[in-house]
T-cell receptor, first 115, second 114 residues
Framework: SAVISQKPSRDICQRGTSLTIQCQVDSQVTMMFWYRQQPGQSLTLIATANQGSEATYESGFVIDKFPISRPNLTFSTLTVSNMSPEDSSIYLCSVWGTGLTYEQYFGPGTRLTVT | AQKITQTQPGMFVQEKEAVTLDCTYDTSDPSYGLFWYKQPSSGEMIFLIY??????QNATEGRYSLNFQKARKSANLVISASQLGDSAMYFCAMRNNQGGKLIFGQGTELSVKP
């Protein structure tokens, strides 16, 4: 398994500002994934972050809005830029399990409210 | 394209009874994995169980079992002996083993009655 922590756990932000969410994993992982869950909806992948390379964004998500850093194999950040109320969501980071496993685990999530 | 379908927006079950949550999927990839997650009101996504497309036996984890019917492309979750703490949203998900992208269904909200 993998133990994942996220900071902050929740925040209330003013529109037009930016928030950086941190994700820390207890073991080295190649890929880290960032997901968004809008209220009452399912999860949608924002981007995949590999250490040492640019993040790969899914359709509908752009780097200017959601810049991602991946400075090492256990840490990543997601910034939500120039926020609007539509960005109010739960943001979750995720990794594959370590060792010979296909399991995938999620952090506890960051609950963001934009006013 | 890959797709996951959960047709039950909400389900009720009596405490201590078993319940089946439905999930069907569509993919043209021969190698893939199927997942179930539990999401309580706190928002965290709790991994429950995994089934690989080449696994011969249905996966089991404690009170959770996955009824995998490959020809029908279904991967239903069975929860035995339901408990009040099982009340939550349950998501079925799929990932092909090349891309690593996890695709989710719309979820089923399970309520366990005392």
């Amino acid at each position: 398994s993998a133990v994942i922590s996220q900071k902050p756990s929740r925040d209330i932000c003013q529109r037009g500002t930016s928030l950086t969410i941190q994700c820390q994993v207890d073991s080295q992982v190649t890929m880290m994934f960032w997901y968004r869950q809008q209220p009452g909806q399912s999860l949608t992948l924002i981007a995949t972050a590999n250490q040492g390379s640019e993040a790969t964004y899914e359709s509908g998500f752009v780097i200017d809005k959601f810049p991602i850093s991946r400075p090492n194999l256990t840490f990543s950040t997601l910034t939500v830029s120039n926020m609007s109320p539509e960005d109010s969501s739960i943001y979750l980071c995720s990794v594959w399990g370590t060792g010979l496993t296909y399991e995938q685990y999620f952090g506890p999530g960051t609950r963001l409210t934009v006013t | 394209a890959q797709k996951i379908t959960q047709t039950q927006p909400g389900m009720f079950v009596q405490e201590k009874e078993a319940v089946t949550l439905d999930c069907t999927y569509d993919t043209s990839d021969p190698s893939y994995g199927l997942f179930w997650y539990k999401q309580p009101s706190s928002g965290e996504m709790i991994f429950l169980i995994y089934q690989g497309s080449y696994d011969q036996q249905n996966a089991t984890e404690g009170r959770y079992s996955l009824n995998f019917q490959k020809a029908r492309k279904s991967a239903n979750l069975v929860i035995s002996a339901s408990q009040l703490g099982d009340s939550a949203m349950y998501f079925c998900a799929m990932r092909n083993n090349q891309g690593g992208k996890l695709i989710f269904g719309q979820g089923t909200e399970l309520s366990v009655k005392p």
